[in-house]
């Protein structure tokens, strides 16, 4: 797998971070681990192949796998969770309840996007929560960040803690920016369709929104599909998040009441 953080500059927070674009969708899986306690964790399995699961399982092989997020249900987000959970059972399975039905729907609507999928999927074991802290190892520590409009139950998942210098320096660096796994809520000059039966535009605006008004311009925003980017290059170059931004704050702060967002 390649590593991000080779290319991205998100070294110093204690993990290592791998993705690899997998299947016909060319959907992107993350895999991070401690740098201490070698915990590890997997976001969106999306692998479809074999020769794609194996490279994932070669990356990890060192590793305790302890939980598997999903930051939604769709079909190419979840096709590597059956592999994952029968070479790791001892992992957790987390999804946000509202993306329970996509999850179980995805072995039907598959074949409309070239993928097969098991339909003895396994359960979600923990439900994910706006607000809730994820934490693996000493290192390994996200924010669930709810950011609907996708997906009802769309998740990121963010780290905001202070970026430290590299090991040779006794000095921490808090350089503003987070890491954003955020699925398919942004991309690289687009964002996450929304013209899936339970998607919603409105939804989708205001998630958008959301991560400005939450976290630095500075921050890595690492997608589901196609290439990282940054808040602040899509701040000038993306025309939905320019729409986002532009709307009135009293729409902003009724989508923030409607989702019972916490601050």
């Known amino acids: 797998m390649r590593r991000i953080s080779s290319r991205i500059p998100i070294q110093g927070r204690g993990y290592s971070l791998a993705t690899m674009v997998c299947g016909p969708l060319a959907c992107n899986t993350f895999a991070l681990i401690c740098d201490e306690t070698k915990e590890s964790i997997i976001i969106d399995p999306s692998t479809y192949t074999t020769t794609e699961f194996d490279r994932l399982g070669e990356y990890l092989q ?28 001892n992992a957790t399975l987390s999804l946000h309840p509202l993306d329970m039905k996509n999850y ?25 929560q706006d607000g809730q802290m994820i934490r693996v ?29 590299p090991a040779s320096s006794s000095n ?13 809520l942004l991309f690289r000059g687009s964002v996450g369709r929304t013209d899936f039966p339970n ?52 729409w902003y702060k009724d989508a923030v009441e409607r989702n019972g967002w916490i601050a």
């Not at 997020?69 to 590597?80: E, M, N, R, S, Y």
């Not at 995805?106 to 097969?116: C, D, M, R, V, W």
């Not at 924010?143 to 803690?161: I, N």
């Open 104 to 128: 179980i729907d995805a072995p039907i609507y598959g074949p409309k996007f070239g993928l097969t999928i098991p339909y003895d999927l396994p359960q979600p074991t923990n439900p994910l």
């Open 62 to 89: 060192d590793t305790e796998v302890k939980k598997i997020l999903l930051t939604h249900g769709h079909v190419d987000h979840i096709a590597g969770v059956k592999d994952c959970i029968q070479t790791w059972p």
């Open 199 to 250: 998607s919603s535009i409105e939804d989708l605006y205001a998630s958008l929104r959301r991560l400005y008004e939450n976290f630095d311009d500075e921050s890595i925003v690492l997608s589901g599909h196609t290439t990282p980017t940054f808040l602040k290059t899509e701040k000038k170059t993306n025309p939905f998040v320019v729409m986002s931004l532009q709307r009135p704050d009293d």
């Open 137 to 165: 190892g000493k290192n390994i520590e996200f924010l669930v960040v709810h950011t609907p409009g996708h997906a009802p139950g769309h998740v990121s998942f963010v780290d905001s803690r202070p970026q430290k210098t």
């Open 172 to 184: 921490t660096d808090n350089r503003g920016g987070s890491v954003i796994i955020g699925g398919d």
